[in-house]
Antibody
Framework: EEQLVESGGGLVQPGGSLRLSCAASGFTFSNHWMHWVRQVPGKGLVWVSRIESVGTTTTYADSVKGRFTISRDNAKNTLYLQMSSLRAEDTAVYYC????????????WGPGTTVTVSS | ESVLTQSPGTLSLSPGERATLSCRASQSILINYLAWYQQKPGQSPRLLIYAASSRATGVPDRFSGSGSGTDFTLTISRLEPEDFAIYYCQRYGNSPHITFGQGTRLEIK
């Protein structure tokens, strides 16, 4: 079964840092672009960041640019999101998402991990 | 940055009825890189439609997508009880930014 499982969420103070991880299984991780998408409970989906399959090209939403860093370890089948200078507005559920090959949409989503930024 | 506007915000229908959801882009979406997702309470989103009109694996054929350029539609031909959820459209692909619409809530009338 193709699966993504996030970890690393939790409570952090404003200005603090957190690193999210996403373990992939059941598919060839290195073949896929990967994304982070976040959602404030009760609100809509917001794209955060993208990394291409070998990890050399990354893209960020303006709201996180300069504060968040996406990376991947294809040998470990793991995606990361290093978050720093966290703000209250970064509080959300963070989903790890696989982009299907050939631009066939985002077809595998993890269950999400919750990040709460609060003092 | 392209903005996606979904309408209506909430759609109230009965099982067996036809649902039509709209997604309008502020800029033309090239190569129809437009997807639709379904999200139920407490669950992660699920891909329904990609490339504007192609059904994802395992999606029932009562779901269909259409449109091009700036105007796109998700149609559910005959609503089943499990179809009541929130639906999001999304611009994706190799553009600098990926955006989601604000969502349409499909509720039981």
């Amino acid at each position: 079964e193709e699966q993504l499982v996030e970890s690393g969420g939790g409570l952090v103070q404003p200005g603090g840092s957190l690193r999210l991880s996403c373990a992939a299984s059941g598919f060839t991780f290195s073949n896929h672009w990967m994304h982070w998408v976040r959602q404030v409970p009760g609100k809509g989906l917001v794209w955060v960041s993208r990394i291409e399959s070998v990890g050399t090209t990354t893209t960020y939403a303006d709201s996180v640019k300069g504060r968040f860093t996406i990376s991947r370890d294809n040998a470990k089948n793991t995606l990361y999101l290093q978050m720093s200078s966290l703000r209250a507005e970064d509080t959300a559920v963070y989903y790890c998402v696989r982009e299907a090959r050939f631009a066939y949409g985002m077809d595998v989503w993890g269950p999400g991990t919750t990040v709460t930024v609060s003092s | 940055e392209s903005v996606l506007t979904q309408s209506p915000g909430t759609l109230s229908l009965s099982p067996g009825e036809r649902a039509t959801l709209s997604c309008r882009a502020s800029q033309s979406i090239l190569i129809n890189y437009l997807a639709w997702y379904q999200q139920k309470p407490g669950q992660s989103p699920r891909l329904l439609i990609y490339a504007a009109s192609s059904r994802a694996t395992g999606v029932p054929d009562r779901f269909s997508g259409s449109g091009s350029g700036t105007d796109f539609t998700l149609t559910i031909s005959r609503l089943e009880p499990e179809d009541f959820a929130i639906y999001y459209c999304q611009r994706y692909g190799n553009s600098p930014h990926i955006t989601f619409g604000q969502g349409t809530r499909l509720e039981i009338k």
